[in-house]
């Protein structure tokens, strides 16, 4: 009975899991159309609620891997607990329960290819952004250094450097 409720408690923290992730996958999306459309505000948000999300999924492994430790000593089993994956218990649990662990095992997976996929393609759209920006910044500064004109003594425009008048000038 002990290592039922053992197994529905490690069940319950990897669906929970799985949740999580599923919730970073929709704020994923979500980034992606705020950086698409530079939505940046919004963009913010989504990086504190996948923030807030990773804190979570850090609680809920810490709570799996106690889990994992208190089935693996009920259940007699001399492996490191560490070293035990889903899949491992799967195998060294009745057929219901296994079909539970192997289903939510199988949903972690897809999700996680999923939101490393997600996370790929938003390092690349932010990596693009990122670089238009510089490109832009380094045009305008160009056609300023080219165009910058200041005032000569005699009343007449001459061509000067940014920042020349400003550094240069004696006191």
């Known amino acids: 009975m002990l290592i039922m409720k053992e197994l529905n408690r490690l069940v319950s ?3 929970e899991e799985a949740r999580c992730y599923d919730r970073i996958r929709h704020e994923q999306q979500a980034e992606q159309q705020n950086i698409i459309s530079h939505n940046y505000s919004a963009l913010d948000e989504n990086v504190l609620q996948i923030e807030r999300l990773c804190w979570h999924l850090e609680n809920l492994e810490r709570e799996r ?3 994992v430790r208190d089935l693996s000593m009920n259940m007699g089993w001399t492996s490191f607990p560490q070293e035990l ?3 491992d218990i799967a195998e060294r649990v009745s057929p219901p329960q296994a079909t539970k662990l192997r289903e ?9 290819d999923q ?4 996370n790929q393609e938003n390092a690349y759209l932010l990596g693009r952004s990122l670089q238009s920006v510089s490109e832009i910044l380094g045009s305008l500064l160009k056609e300023l250094n080219e165009t910058n004109l200041a005032y000569t003594n ?3 425009a001459k061509a000067q450097p940014v920042g ?3 550094f240069n000038q004696h006191a």
């Open 164 to 166: 020349a008048g400003l």
């Open 65 to 67: 891997e106690k889990a």
């Open 115 to 118: 939101v490393g996929s997600a």
């Open 104 to 112: 939510v095992s199988d949903r972690l997976s897809a999700l996680l």
């Open 85 to 87: 994956t889903v899949t």
């Open 154 to 156: 005699q009343g007449q």
């Open 13 to 15: 923290v990897l669906d």
